[in-house]
């Protein structure tokens, strides 16, 4: 066993939603430190994963051990503003699915949460919903 | 003076007493409570109560996350242990409880070594949790506080 691959574990949970993103209708999906200048009134997704506290699981040291890593998946779902909720939800319901109570290459995934409309969106001039799910991985060293 | 974590212990199991002790892999926790009997020897015209220990006997517990395991190997014999049927008990179980050096097994190592009878053996799930299994034992015979040599 080996220390865990974060940058691993992030490519599991960012390429599953890019592959989904990309069958028709295809959404565009920006991830965290990428620049995106979205084009007015057109929907759009981004995917920020970050990784958090993590804990003991079992006895031992460097070695033959086991620690729970758990981070939070957080989708912010874009959509034009005026026209009300569908394409957006639409959008949602597709992400929601990807996740929701998945186990995949060693991620486990919790019970979503969202899509949740945001009262005050960012960047402004779109609706916005966000789904966020939970996530945790054991790292066996 | 040092102190420890509880991560820095260790487990070791065996069926037999003819077999090896093997780490149990991916332990949770362990506990080892041990009693002394107290015989009270008052005699008429003392003063205060006046006592001697009796027998010296244990109990505890092993937590462990469950995993798929055969049968030969630590944590799949102590998993199994429960199943032994009288007609085999011959057999005695042992275990050794290390308290520090992150279980290495090293010289500096300090353990609790005894025989043992597994009572029981809970095997839980719960939704969002890993699975746990505890393993609720007495000691059999000498208990044991010694160094790693």
């Given amino acids: 066993m080996a220390a865990a691959d974060l940058n691993a574990v992030r490519a599991v949970i960012e390429g599953r939603l890019a592959t989904e993103l990309a069958n028709s209708p295809a959404i565009p999906v920006v991830f965290h430190n990428m620049a995106y200048e979205p084009t007015p009134n057109s929907s759009w997704v981004q995917c920020l994963v970050s990784f958090g506290s993590n804990e003991y699981l079992s006895f031992g040291g460097t070695t033959a051990s086991d620690n729970r890593i758990v981070g939070l998946l957080l989708i912010n779902i874009f959509s034009a503003k005026g026209v009300g909720p569908g394409a957006n939800y639409t959008i949602g319901k597709r992400v929601r699915d990807l996740y929701n109570r998945v186990n995949v290459s060693g991620v486990y995934f919790d019970a979503a949460t969202g899509p949740e409309v945001l009262g005050s969106p960012a960047p402004e001039g779109y609706f916005q919903t966000q789904v966020r799910v939970t996530f945790e991985s054991i790292e066996e060293l | ?149």
Wanted: aromatic share 8%; hydrophobic share 40%; charged share 20%.
């Fill in chain 2, 1 to 149: 003076m040092a102190f420890y974590r509880g991560e820095q212990g260790n487990v070791l199991f065996k069926h037999d007493s003819g077999d090896t002790l093997t780490v149990v892999t991916a332990v949770r926790s362990w506990s080892l409570t041990i009693d002394k009997e107290s015989l009270e020897v008052t005699k008429m015209g003392d003063t205060f109560r006046d006592r001697v220990g009796g027998l010296i006997g244990g109990s505890g517990s092993i937590e462990v996350f469950y995993e798929k395991t055969a049968a030969g190997d630590g944590k799949g014999d102590l998993i199994r242990e429960i199943l032994t049927t009288p007609a085999t008990e011959s057999t005695v179980a042992g275990a050794e409880l290390y308290t520090y050096d992150a279980g290495s097994q090293a010289a500096t190592s300090e353990k609790l070594a005894f025989n043992l009878l597994i009572t029981s053996s809970e095997f839980s799930a719960s939704v969002g949790e890993l699975q746990v299994v505890t393993f609720n034992f007495e000691t059999k015979g000498a208990i044991a506080l010694t160094t790693v040599s």
